[in-house]
């Protein structure tokens, strides 16, 4: 993947004193590759590399930073730019109801967003209606249907049987409606055909003059590749569009799609979806999707803490947290387990990166009486017996079984666990070459 690739390369720049011209020409080929080879945009790539290039050779350096670490930060820097920097709330009308258009190949995920948007929208006590343009389909009224059920929001469509087989007449009525039922947000689904095709395309640009959209979100699938670029041109082109909806993210996604997507288009991409349910959906971070690109969230954390606290007091105890291994209390495990329970859903994303498979279990068994119980068993320890696990022998995992109320074989898996997250974090920190520890000092 492009993440591999990535951190193959910058593990190629550990240990270097300094950059020479040579090795940031190097450093851009390869990485240069890595871009083309997921599909990104030959454009995207080229302003890509030529603002790495320009930004490694202006030599910003920094002291708190090793050059992989510089290399890595421009990189990290440069991929939220391409991303979208900041990124892009909906825009609702001044006067409602706002009117959102989603629009996208079929199989691309618009029913499915759909729901979820309804949702997410529904919890921020929009009053929604959803509307059931797709009438191509013979399943797509009703799949709309059980989605609104789901989301609890109602779901405007053609009575069955009644005639009513023309799109744009529904579009049109639905607005009606809406008024009618105090809606102040409207989400028409539209249909979509494998292929970009004229005939799908007039139909989105009469639904769109219908309807007189606010945003004609256009939802693409994360996984397809090149075919990433041609499609955004076509409904940017067709329909036009005001933001995009990057689906599947879940996915194997190589990135490209992601990374092309907003240049080509010149427009946000304003939200992520993430799974099949309808929670599994988020606002678009572009410095998380970033750092998912580069497959190195702790590492980018540190980078961060370093600059910010280039006190060597503070920096030594960090990279030694992450060198030695051992340092990573259970304190530490705790801190993460939560830090993890807060992202929510965007965990999901952050569980996919390389390196974070023990995440993964952390995440999929994180639920709530699982997390009460991992809480009391660390809270029943000393703190002595925090910060140094290994201290906890049979007559001690026994004590703490009794006091958090659990089996002792609960204690044991917990501190399995921990003894993984302590060696994934020495991995992190190896990976890196971080300074100070047995390696090159800064
Ligand atoms: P549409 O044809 O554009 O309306 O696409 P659908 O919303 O019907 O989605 C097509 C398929 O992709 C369905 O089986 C969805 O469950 C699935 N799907 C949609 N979004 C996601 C996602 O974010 N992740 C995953 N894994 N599946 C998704
Ligand atoms: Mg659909």
Known sequence: TLSDRLSGIFTKLRGKGKLTDADIDATAREIRLALLEADVALPVVKSFIANLKERARGAEVSQALN????IIKIVHEELITVLGGEGRRLQFAKQPPTVIMLAGLQGSGKTT???KLSRWLKGQNHQVLLVACDLQRPNAVNQLQVLGGRAGVDVYAPEP???????V????DSIEHARRTAKDIVIVDTAGRLGIDTEMMQQARDIRDAVDPDEVIFVIDAMVGQDAVTTAEAFRDGVGITGVVLSKLDGDARGGAALSVRHVTGEPILFASTGEKLEDFDVFHPDRMASRILGMGDVLTLIEQAEQAFD???KEKMTSKLLGGEQFTLEDFLDQLIAVRRMGPIANVLAMMPGMGQMKDQIAELDDSHFDRVTAIIRSMTPGERTNPKIINGSRRARIANGSGVTVMDVNQLLNRFTDAQKMMKQMGGMMGLPGGNRRKA
């Open 67 to 70: 050059p992989a670490q510089q």
């Open 161 to 167: 049987g009644n005639g009513v087989g023309n799109p």
């Open 312 to 314: 060597e007091d503070q």
């Open 113 to 115: 967003l759909a729901g």
């Open 169 to 172: 007449q529904v579009a049109k």
